[in-house]
């Protein structure tokens, strides 16, 4: 066991996949980029993996975990390209998901707006007589009959996965459990997700929802995940693979084949959880993180050194009830375009050039403009990627933001380049303040954190424009998502509906539920081989007034369910109600709505390398001219990222280029390097 | 002249501070209308009162005209706020009660540079039932208090004596507390957003800004309207079921009329005003937003403002009239005729476009299910219900809809709060009105009484005249609602209804309307009302009778569809309830 050092982690984007090999004891960190293969995700896994171990030389025994990020759900989900999934439910009911919440969203065009897609079709959704009460008690016991013909029809129908989502099956499983039972023994072939083991929580439109998402995902996660351990054992890498999942854990494969749609958020998560563990290490425990790729940006809050999670999520149009990592996302990347229209109207984004043909500055085909473009003309970015491995054409973007921006406006093509990057800016400052003012909080009281590949050219404008106190750019910005997977450990939400009326609290019927959640918590972290010094269980309660139709998640302090207990967390909630919304009602009837208990089982840390000690003052690589901020391109000094020692300080203007991400610090800031190597970027000196 | 990346700015942080209002409002405010069902609006308008961005909901948008008649603009003051919810007494500017509207001037160096808005729906305002909206209403003295035009806050200082009457006329006063706090806070936080932008930019930038928002607005309509509408007279009329007092149905009628590049819509010749609840005091903004709103839906970044007022030169109404009604006639339900004000401006745009508008939605439902029970306590039920919208030139209607943005509540979470039992929820089939785009299907809701006794109240609209669909597509199937269907005892209740008697173990079926068809259903592709068969919007008879598509098993009967299709009639009619009609032969009572 001594000789298995190190810890191989991989995140697989849609264009690129981000390989590190550490050594667990902070020792030496090995970085590759690879190509992805969207139509064959594992070839592009195998692909990282041989790349890195090439590099490393490293032998396969000597890896004693691996760690990764996967967009197979995410991209099943966006795309709709998950198995063809069936529905089973309770009978009157089989329009549930087709109607929804019955809403055109408040920014729609009404005249306009359709009704997006469901992930099952009504055609393939089945009933069958039985109903639970809410109490739990059977009103129509389960008419087995009736499951027979249900299992002939979806055979005919050739489907390969279905979901099995009765009324208020949280509040009495049998009936599920028994359609699953049955289903499973008859349907050999067919993947089979019950809504009691996905979200067992009241909610018939979202629970179906994420039922349906999940055997969707199914069959097409569980053939990946094979490809994988055989793929993996084949290499001899014997190691124990982990999955990251979108509530900022992770969980073996087996796990992952089963519950697909909790890696629905997989790459995201894995960034919010990178920005965390550097944060912790800088000692900010308070973050706004925006991760700016080619297409979109995503920003995500860290609070107290924790990725912040909701249940009120989505992924594409689907909503998500799952716990997972809070992230706002926009169509604001390198890549977004920018367009005049016709009456003059100026926007970028959110349509894209992408990664094929990209920006104008790739040569590979791309004329439209874009916020790449923009940097490059400005200076900000290098004319190549990748440390010169492509190179850039400066004309080709001045061409496209000539012709298609600056001409049609009547202004210089630099003033056109500068105004693309205030409303990418802008758009991304808006975002950021959804996620900060708009759930009532200051962005002065956050370190701003910017990484992706595009994060770090961007990041110090941000900076400015939120009035943040300071910026962190990790020392690899363009992988955090897989230094990400080093920081995480084995995470798993277990939750049930227990609705408890106000003044007529069940403790001891809480204790019992509690107690099972906790024992299946138990059994998943023993079965995952974690130690029992190891496993942590969290116990939370979700609460609400009396008709509310939201509710807030309190952590359950204690061991016993008592009434002190019960008393302090209504007490926690008004308190959390008048934070969150301003206001309490300390006379209103307080329910208890769901039972929450978060499994972690920790797993060894891996620590990040340090980096030697300056002595002197950093030297400038070369020089570029550059316009960072309003004014015209000036001789810019250009660091090497490599060549920063800790405790290094450079005063802006400068850009500090590297692999696969530029820095840019502007006039009045300055930016020090820490002993991880990451910059923390001030207003003023240090 | 400022930059044109510069003005861009300055409307992206205008959009991002009004939504951080609505962020705000949802947050903070305390009843469940406005935290749950959203029903609220935020807006920002320049100095001569016209929008400049607001939410997309087509109500009134001429706001403060009203303010300004009691206190010019040179007596208002830095910190100022104003407060209104009187419809007759702003001549329409607030059209029922609930809402009430707040409204902040901005100054920049004592000069008067925007104002920032905000309106919620509240709870209760008193009035003669709890929720304040009855559909038995007779006067708006039924319907709550009504608050002129006051400043609520002078310089920062409030005047808590009116907030104090307001709130002793409620019967959930702490509720009421709670969201004026949240709605005024919300019109402070606007102010606050415009000021730091000016700052930021400088005043003659952001001044310019918003007028290039409104004349982009203006252009952007100007340009679809000069575009696609022939000048000529186009009229329409639209009916609505009942005024829920009188068993009189009521129509609301335009001509839309475009002469040498003046656009006009006159409601004059609009039905008398109701003796229930449906009158709509109409703005002359609210037509204009509907045209704009409809004919720039494919132009990106163009939003609904006082652009959409300017490109239209002239709304008429007739005092007296449904669309004009005179104090003190009750406006509670005025949706069910602001709805038809969509419909009727879509069949005349139908008549002026060569048929490129779309068919009629429905109007949403509620009903109030008041229980009472031995032991004293008085479960109340209150849920929105979902309709069909009318087909489109290029979709579908959209099926089981409310509105914009409020949200139905789940089964699970109404059995837990409402003392009822629900047995069945799904898509009222055959209910979208044929068409090559088919309505949108309406919804069928199962409700079991639980309490011991129960009164119904319910507002179900589109039964007696359905949505009407468009160049040879079908009208939408009416709902209903029936009483313990399949049993001895079955009954059908009254759509547009009141003081329903009923007792526990009653079981009410709710059926609601569906949305017209657009564009003749012969057209529609096999597969298609094949699809719908199989998912279940359209039944098999259907798709034979009012398709020509014949399906046997799982499949389309190619010959026998083709056949029939052949020999299909094709009227030249433009619109279609019940049977086929031109415009002129529906325009008399």
Same mark, same amino acid.
């Given at each position: 066991m001594s000789s298995q050092r190190f810890a191989l982690a991989l995140d697989v984007g849609g264009t690129f996949t981000d390989v590190i090999l550490a050594e667990r004891a902070g020792g030496h960190l090995w970085v590759t980029k690879s190509s992805s293969v969207p139509s064959d995700p594992a070839a592009g896994f195998f692909g990282g993996v041989e790349k890195i171990m090439r590099e490393s030389g490293i032998a396969a025994e000597d890896v004693s975990i691996i760690l990764h990020g996967s967009t197979v759900a995410t991209n099943a989900i966006l795309e709709g390209k998950g198995a063809r999934t069936g529905l089973l439910t309770t009978d009157g009911f089989r329009h549930v998901l087709e109607i929804g919440r019955a809403e055109i969203p408040r920014e729609a065009n009404l005249f306009g707006w359709v009704k997006p897609k469901r992930p099952v079709?009504?055609?393939?959704?089945?009933?069958?007589?039985?109903?639970?009460?809410?109490?739990?008690?059977?009103?129509?016991?389960?008419?087995?009959?009736?499951?027979?013909?249900?299992?002939?029809?979806?055979?005919?129908?050739?489907?390969?996965?279905?979901?099995?989502?009765?009324?208020?099956?949280y509040a009495n499983p049998d009936h599920e459990r028994r359609a699953g039972a049955f289903l499973r023994g008859r349907l050999a072939g067919v993947e089979i997700a019950l809504s009691v083991d996905v979200l067992p929580l009241f909610r018939e439109y979202e629970r179906a929802t994420a039922t349906a998402l999940n055997a969707s995902v199914q069959p097409v996660v569980g053939r990946y995940i094979g490809q994988l351990s055989k793929g993996l054992k084949d290499r001899g890498l014997a190691a124990p693979l982990f999955i990251m999942k979108s509530n900022g854990g992770t969980c073996p494969p087996e796990e992952a084949a089963r519950g697909g749609v909790h890696l629905a958020l997989s790459g995201p998560a894995a960034g919010a959880a990178g920005a965390a563990h550097l944060g912790r290490l800088a000692g900010f425990e308070d973050i706004l993180t925006i991760d700016m790729g080619g297409t979109s940006a995503d920003v995500a809050l860290i609070r107290g050194g924790e990725p912040a999670t909701t249940t009120t999520g989505s992924i594409g149009v689907h909503p998500l009830a799952l716990s997972i990592v809070d992230i706002h996302t926009i169509g604001a990347g390198g890549g977004s375009k920018a367009i005049?229209?016709?009456?003059?109207?100026?926007?970028?984004?959110?349509?894209?050039?992408? *990664?094929?043909?990209?920006?104008?500055?790739?040569?590979?085909?791309?004329?439209?403009?874009?916020?790449?473009? *923009?940097?490059l003309l400005l200076g900000k970015i290098p004319p190549h990627l990748l440390d010169g491995e492509i190179a850039l054409d400066p004309e080709a973007a001045e061409r496209a933001i000539k012709t298609q921006v600056a001409d049609p406006l009547g202004i210089d093509t630099l003033a056109a380049a500068r105004g693309i990057i205030d409303l990418v800016d802008n758009a991304m400052v808006a975002a950021l303040k959804v996620m900060s003012v708009e759930r009532g909080l200051d962005p002065r009281d956050f370190t701003l954190s910017a990484f992706g590949g595009a994060g770090p050219v961007h990041g110090a404008r941000l900076m400015r424009l939120l009035t943040a106190p300071r910026l962190l750019v990790p020392r690899y910005p363009g992988i955090l998502c897989a230094i990400? &997977? &080093?920081?995480?450990?084995?995470?798993?939400?277990?939750?049930?509906?227990?609705?408890?009326?106000?003044?007529?609290?069940?403790?001891?019927?809480?204790?019992?539920?509690?107690?099972?959640?906790?024992?299946?918590?138990?059994?998943?972290?023993a079965a995952d081989g974690i130690a029992p010094e190891d496993r942590r269980i969290r116990r939370a309660v979700d609460l609400r007034y009396e008709k509310q139709g939201v509710e807030l998640t309190i952590p359950f302090v204690g061991d016993a369910v008592t009434e002190a207990a019960i008393g302090a967390l209504v007490e926690n909630f008004h308190a959390e109600h008048e934070r969150l919304y301003t206001f309490a009602d300390p006379a209103a009837p307080v329910e208890i709505v769901n039972l929450r208990v978060e499994a972690t089982g920790l797993t060894e840390r891996i620590q990040l390398p340090e980096i030697a000690k300056a002595s002197g003052k950093p030297a400038p690589d070369a020089q570029r001219l550059a316009s960072l901020d309003a004014g015209p391109p000036v001789s810019t000094p250009i660091y090497r990222r490599n060549s920063l020692l800790a405790d290094h300080v450079i005063h802006g203007p400068a850009i500090v280029d590297q692999l696969d991400a530029t820095t840019v610090i502007l006039a009045g800031q300055s930016a020090l390097t820490d002993r991880y190597g990451n910059l923390v970027i001030r207003e003023g000196t240090p | 002249m400022t930059d044109r990346f510069t003005l861009e700015l300055i409307k992206g942080a205008l959009n991002a501070a009004r939504r951080e209002m609505e962020a705000l409002i949802a947050r903070t405010a305390m009843s469940p209308f406005i935290r749950e069902k959203k029903d609220f609006f935020t807006a920002f308008l320049n100095p001569k009162g016209e929008l400049v961005v607001s939410t997309s909901l087509?109500?009134?948008?001429?706001?403060?005209?009203?303010?300004?008649?009691? +206190?010019?603009?040179?007596?208002?003051?830095?910190?100022?706020?104003?407060?209104?919810?009187?419809? +007759?007494? =702003?001549? %329409?500017?607030?059209?029922?009660?609930?809402?009430?509207?707040?409204?902040?001037?901005?100054?920049?160096?004592?000069?008067?540079?925007?104002?920032? !808005?905000?309106? %919620?729906?509240?709870?209760?305002?008193?009035?003669?039932?709890? %929720?304040?909206?009855?559909?038995?209403?007779?006067?708006?003295?039924? !319907?709550?208090?009504?608050?002129?035009?006051?400043?609520?806050?002078?310089?920062?200082? !409030?005047?808590? !004596?009116?907030?104090?009457?307001?709130?002793?006329?409620?019967?959930?006063?702490?509720?009421?507390?709670?969201?004026l706090k949240a709605i005024m806070a919300a019109c402070r936080l606007g102010e606050t957003r415009l000021t730091e932008a000016v700052a930021r930019y400088g005043v003659d930038a952001f001044e310019q800004a918003c007028e290039t928002m409104i004349t982009q607005s203006e252009q952007a309509l100007c340009a679809q309207i000069e575009r696609r509408i022939p000048d000529g007279d186009y009229s329409f009329r639209d009916r609505i079921d009942s005024d829920a007092v009188t068993d009189r149905s009521y129509f609301v009628d335009v001509t839309l009329r475009k002469q040498a590049g003046n656009v006009e819509a006159d409601f004059s010749a609009s039905?008398?005003?109701? =003796?229930?609840?449906?009158?709509?005091?109409?703005?002359?903004?609210?037509?204009?937003?509907?045209?704009?709103?409809y004919l720039t839906m494919d132009e990106p970044g163009i939003g609904m403002n006082g652009g959409f007022e300017r490109a239209i030169d002239r709304i008429v109404t007739r005092p007296g009239s449904v669309v004009s009604p005179r104090f003190p006639a009750p406006l509670g339900l005025r949706s069910h005729t602001m709805i038809r004000v969509t419909t009727a401006m879509f069949g005349a745009l139908a008549q002026a476009m060569g048929g490129d508008a779309s068919a009629a939605s429905c109007v949403y439902v509620l009903y109030y299910l008041r229980g009472k029970n031995a032991d004293g306590s008085e479960p109340l039920c209150i849920e929105g219900l979902a309709v069909g919208f009318g087909a489109r030139v290029f979709a579908d209607g959209i099926d089981a809809v409310y509105y914009v943005a409020q949200e139905n509540y789940p089964i699970e979470f109404a059995e837990m709060e409402f003392g009822v039992e629900i047995e069945r929820f799904g898509i009222h089939r055959d209910s979208g009105g044929a068409g090559r785009w088919r309505g949108g299907c309406g919804i069928v809701r199962d409700v079991r009484v639980l309490s011991d006794e129960a009164v119904l109240g319910i507002r179900l609209d589109n039964c007696l005249q359905p949505a009407f669909g468009v160049k040879g597509g079908l009208c939408g199937a009416p709902g209903r609602i029936t009483l313990n269907p399949g049993t001895a005892e079955e009954r059908e209740l009254a759509t547009m209804s009141d003081g329903n008697a009923l007792k526990k173990g009653d079981l009410v079926r709710?059926?609601?309307?569906?949305?017209?068809?657009?564009?003749?259903?012969?057209?529609?592709?096999?597969?298609?009302?094949?699809?719908?068969?199989?998912?279940?919007?359209?039944?098999?008879?259907?798709?034979?009778?009012?398709?020509?598509?014949?399906?046997?098993?799982?499949?389309?009967n190619e010959v026998a569809t083709q056949a029939l299709r052949a020999a299909a009639p094709r009227p030249t009619e433009m619109f279609h309830r019940h049977t086929p009609y031109h415009a002129a032969d529906d325009r008399h009572d």
């Open positions: 079709l009504p055609r393939n959704i089945f009933e069958v007589p039985e109903r639970v009460r809410l109490d739990g008690s059977v009103v129509t016991p389960l008419d087995e009959a009736a499951l027979a013909r249900v299992a002939d029809e979806i055979e005919a129908r050739g489907l390969d996965a279905l979901a099995i989502v009765f009324l208020h099956s005049v229209t016709d009456l003059g109207a100026i926007r970028v984004g959110p349509e894209s050039a992408g *990664a094929d043909p990209g920006p104008a500055a790739y040569g590979k085909g791309g004329t439209e403009p874009t916020v790449t473009d *923009a940097n990400g &997977l &080093l920081a995480t450990d084995l995470r798993y939400g277990f939750a049930i509906t227990r609705l408890q009326r106000a003044g007529r609290y069940d403790l001891g019927g809480m204790e019992m539920a509690f107690a099972d959640l906790a024992a299946q918590a138990d059994t998943r972290l | 087509t109500l009134a948008g001429n706001l403060v005209d009203a303010i300004l008649e009691t +206190y010019p603009a040179e007596t208002m003051r830095y910190g100022d706020l104003y407060w209104y919810n009187d419809c +007759y007494g =702003t001549g %329409g500017a607030v059209s029922h009660l609930p809402d009430m509207v707040f409204v902040s001037p901005v100054f920049h160096e004592g000069r008067l540079i925007a104002f920032a !808005e905000a309106w %919620g729906h509240l709870w209760d305002i008193g009035g003669s039932v709890p %929720g304040s909206i009855s559909p038995h209403a007779t006067t708006v003295f039924q !319907e709550g208090i009504m608050i002129p035009p006051v400043r609520v806050v002078h310089e920062g200082v !409030e005047n808590e !004596e009116v907030v104090r009457i307001f709130t002793r006329n409620s019967r959930f006063p702490e509720m009421q507390k709670g969201d039905d008398q005003q109701a =003796t229930g609840p449906i009158n709509f005091l109409m703005d002359d903004s609210v037509p204009k937003f509907m045209l704009g709103l709710i059926v609601t309307s569906g949305g017209g068809g657009w564009g003749s259903p012969f057209d529609r592709p096999a597969e298609d009302v094949l699809g719908d068969v199989l998912d279940g919007f359209v039944g098999i008879e259907r798709a034979r009778a009012d398709y020509g598509v014949v399906i046997e098993g799982e499949t389309v």
